[in-house]
């Protein structure tokens, strides 16, 4: 049976926007919490301003996907119906191609099916302020080893950079953010701008997965993008992982989901055009694998102390170490996302100060982890054995004309840096 859910998502105190079924998520006015929305953005999204009626629409869309997404279980089928309806601002904007391309977008990222649908509510003051320039840059900084780099990529060069991440519930998470976010602050001057923004559901979540949260983080991105008169948004991520190419048959995309696969990019930008927001969400390591990468970084010579952040930063898809004896702050060492990270310093001759839960535990406790990685651990030999797939690289979705002998160039390049890491 396939799970479902229906959800309304307005501002606190529109008592119009109810729809028969559909639970209510209400959106404070002023930064705090409801009963069931809690969020450091107002409605109108103070404390940002000069916020376009376009982009708070698709900051209330995205976040109340995200919301609904973590609100909804999943049964026994993976694919849930997910009904959404927003209170938006500009109604006009938003007609049915739009609609319809935002479902898919959503359903391309969490394997749902969404039924978008909007209703003009109440008007909204959004107020001036100064603008910080075009050639200043807005990039995505989650706590993760990738947007890490990217950020010390990006302060070394000497653009202009204001960074954003999404608040988490998860303390790993937020720990790796702090951390990143202090080491940033003190060795560079000036200290580079780092907002972390709180926006979810007050209530429990009920479904642990979360892949409809890349389009929320980078509709806060474009937000703040475009309140600042930035018209660029940087997402920091290695090719190879935003492929996200299944390593054999029949099993499906072995990393964090599609949040940067090129598709969603393009996806992203048909979304922006239409809503006639100029913001241009770029990612400068598409072409680069994750040891690439972080080689790339190494040869900047980046400050002291960068060794030592990157081994704060997380990369894991299963947290949860308490399971085997161990803290589930841990990066596991042993997912598909780990063994990527794990290969990375290897490829970067980088030496990773990184406490993994395979090397803190040991005995039975370790044995009970490489049983539960195992799917995991045989998939990537299996990929590693058998080389890029051409065949299924060719029959993915792509953007028009995406140069596909390059992606399976990337591919292999990606493959031959696991194939540096000793599998259990």
Same mark, same amino acid.
């Given at each position: ?60 869309? /995205? ?72 050639? &200043? ?6 706590? &993760? ?17 204001? %960074? ?5 519930? /998860? ?35 009920? @479904? ?12 806060? &991105? ?42 969603? %990019? ?45 081994? /704060? ?64 651990? @045989? /998939? ?45």
């Amino acid at each position: 049976m396939t799970a479902s859910g229906a959800y309304v998502v307005r501002a606190q105190g529109d008592k119009k926007s109810r729809l028969q079924g559909y639970d209510t998520l209400k959106w404070p006015t002023a930064p705090g919490h409801t009963k069931s929305v809690v969020s450091d953005l107002a409605w109108n999204l103070a404390p940002l301003q000069d916020v376009a009626p376009a982009v708070a629409d698709l900051v209330h869309i /995205a976040a109340g996907a995200y919301m609904a997404d973590r609100s909804t279980r999943r049964g026994a089928r993976f694919s849930r119906d997910i009904a959404l309806h927003v209170t938006v601002v500009a109604p006009e904007l938003w007609t049915e191609e739009l609609l319809d391309t935002t479902s898919e977008l959503l359903g391309w990222l969490t394997g749902d099916t969404w039924n978008l649908t909007v209703a003009g509510g109440a008007e909204v003051d959004f107020e001036e302020t100064l603008k910080v320039g075009e050639n &200043g840059s807005v990039a995505l900084l989650s706590g &993760g080893l990738d947007s890490f780099l990217g950020a010390i990529q990006l302060l070394m060069s000497g653009a202009e950079t204001i %960074f954003v991440g999404h608040k988490d519930s /998860a303390t790993s998470i937020r720990g790796a953010q702090s951390t990143v976010g202090t080491w940033l602050g003190q060795s560079f001057a000036p200290a580079p701008s780092y907002t972390r923004v709180q926006l979810a559901q007050a209530i429990r979540r009920r @479904e642990p997965s979360s892949r409809s949260r890349a389009f929320m983080f980078l509709s806060l &991105g474009v937000a703040v993008a475009s309140s600042l008169g930035s018209r660029s948004l940087i997402i920091p991520e290695n090719g190879y992982t935003g492929i996200n190419l299944p390593l054999r048959p029949n099993r499906g995309g072995a990393l964090s989901t599609r949040s940067t696969h090129p598709e969603t %990019f393009r996806r992203v930008a048909e979304i922006l055009t239409a809503l006639n927001i100029d913001v241009t969400v770029t990612n400068p390591f598409e072409w680069m694998t994750k040891g690439e990468m972080m080689q790339s970084i190494r040869g900047l010579r980046p400050p002291s102390g960068w060794q030592e952040t990157a081994a /704060a930063t997380l990369s894991c898809s299963k947290l949860g170490g308490n399971w085997f004896g161990g803290s589930p702050n841990l990066n596991c060492g042993l997912c598909v996302p780990c063994m990527v990270r794990r290969a990375t310093f290897i490829k970067a001759e980088v030496p990773d100060k990184t406490q993994y839960l395979c090397h803190a535990i040991s005995g039975t406790h370790l044995a009970e982890l490489i049983d539960a990685r195992r799917g995991d651990i @045989e /998939a990537v030999r299996y990929a590693i054995e058998a080389g890029a797939d051409a065949d299924a690289i060719d029959s993915g979705t792509w953007p028009p004309d995406y140069d596909l002998d390059r992606v399976e160039g990337l591919v292999q390049r990606g493959l031959d840096e696991l194939a540096m890491l000793e599998l259990p």
